[in-house]
């Protein structure tokens, strides 16, 4: 099989790259080899060239075609464009195709004229395809099974497909074949359950480091989630690509209208929307510069593109799966970027709901409530965003890493989430926390009703409304005892109580809140409740508006006036290219790519080769334009 050189040549020859990055190259040297991975690596991190260059190393040595598993139309054509550009035999079989195009596909496949194919799980498991496959693997032309996503194939992950279950018939019937799982997100429990269902038990596991230096995370309270996210997107991103996330269908289309109203490129995306629509808008985001797309999470997953300056989430996700997942994908390029999210008590109240309601055995019920709790936990969190989130995923971050420090305090700063940046105060809220549940047990006592969050804090404040009237809760003992409370630490104390059990939401009964269990140990003093102080995120001050011209343009690296206008000039043309050829630009060449080119100015296809990021086959497809267009700046 193929020597660690060999393989380093296709990185360079085929793909443009220097060099293997992480443990890029144990895998693809373990995978190669025939063997069986389960690998875990960050968005951005590489993933695809771990089974792409084995795929086509057992292809030169005549082991056939290589099978990858993703469950996303979108990716697999972008995947495949990007293939071809650098001169790969791929195609993939999905929905898109007529009846005689996937006919024309699988001749391709049966003649052994593919390197790679891409399919969706609901295909691969037909009894049509794994005729298909059985035929290739009786002539020992089926070099390995890429099962992309994997973390859909867990019950305990953030995105279950159960289509994903049926593809332990791969190693049923083709138990020879090497079999590779990847994901970017997996808990233990989930790592767990994708080992078990796709029958990798005796597979490798390559884990790389879960941190993104580049990505700096903010999380801050929401007052009013529009506004705040519309001042960060105004003060920190004005002009650059971002995605942002909401729960509702509803809440997508009205904050992209907020977004449009205030100047800003943004479009709605959700499952609701007409599919011709849902296309066109995923087009414009993955194709032009500085789009901000407002989207339900039915977006995201593959999208490849790796400018994305800024992810925010208007509304806390399920998990911190999830949460990651979703941030990922800011920053793939490895330039800074940023994860803002707006979290409040409503939040936590619908997710509970949401857990509460749900059919699921009560075992799978405690672990979604878990999970929550753990993503509340990063929310609230006082010290280093980064070290709660990477702890999840059970990786410690040591002194000194990423730049990070504990400055000897025992407190690690990594110098790139809000936390680190800007130490919160903390205060104790278990006397406040008190007072909410005396009031909620009062309340029941006296009346036998119960009320919602808004009425109970009224009463412990000591406000005189409609409601306090009418129903004579100024006349309980606990009216006006939180007096000297503002009405936003109250809400931060009652999110820890809803997260932590103590108080439970009656969705049946308009929200209203109740007492628990473990309400008794918070009144008992036997448990402390411990708080941020809810302050407004710092102000940051707002950039000056560039204008037009070249002072707008945003290099990967830093370049001078002269190489500004090549780049600018390289971009104009990328663009031009990726829309004759129906891709997006970065499939053309990345940003950093055509920064390195002006930055070198290169004059001869001498000049251009060893450049990162051009292959053999961009050399001779691009190589003249791209001299052309340096000559003429």
Known sequence: MSSSASLAGILRE???YPGFRGPQQAIIEHVTAGGDALVLMPTGGGKSLCYQIPAIARQRAGLGVGIVISPLIALMHDQVGALHEAGVSAAFLNSTLSSEEASAVEQ???RGELTLLYAAPERVTTPRFLALLAALAQRGHLSLFAIDEAHCVSQWGHDFRPEYRALTVLH????GVPRMALTATADALTREDILERLQLQDARAFVSSFDR???RYTIVEKRDGTQQLLRFIQREHEGEAGIVYCQSRRKVEDVAQTLVDAGIDAMPYHAGLDAKMRQRNQDRFLREDGMVMVATIAFGMGIDKPDVRFVAHLDMPKNIEGYYQETGRAGRDGLPAHAWMGYGLQDVVNQRRMIDESPAEEEFKLALRGKLDALLGLAEATDCRRVRLLAYFGEQMADGENGGSANGTGRYNCRNCDNCLHPPEVWDGTEAARKLLSTIYRIRQQSGMSFGAGHLMDIVRGKVTEKVTQYGHASLSTYGVGADLSEVQLRGVLRQLI??????????AFNTLQLTEKSRAVLRAEVS??????VSSPASRKKKRTGAGLAAIRAPIALDGAALERYAALKAWRGEVAREHNLPAYVIFHDATLAAIAHKSP???EDLQGISGIGAKKLEAYAQEVL????AV
């Not at 049923?172 to 138990?175: A, D, K, M, T």
């Not at 052309?628 to 000559?631: E, P, S, T, Y």
């Open 628 to 631: 052309r267009v340096i000559a």
């Open 14 to 16: 085929v793909f443009g």
């Open 213 to 215: 230096p580049n990505i």
């Open 603 to 605: 004059q001869t296809m």
């Open 172 to 175: 049923e019937r083709f138990p």
């Open 108 to 110: 391709q496949l049966l």
């Open 529 to 534: 409740v411990q708080l941020r102080e809810s």
């Open 499 to 508: 997260a932590m059990g103590a108080v439970a939401v009656d969705a049946q």
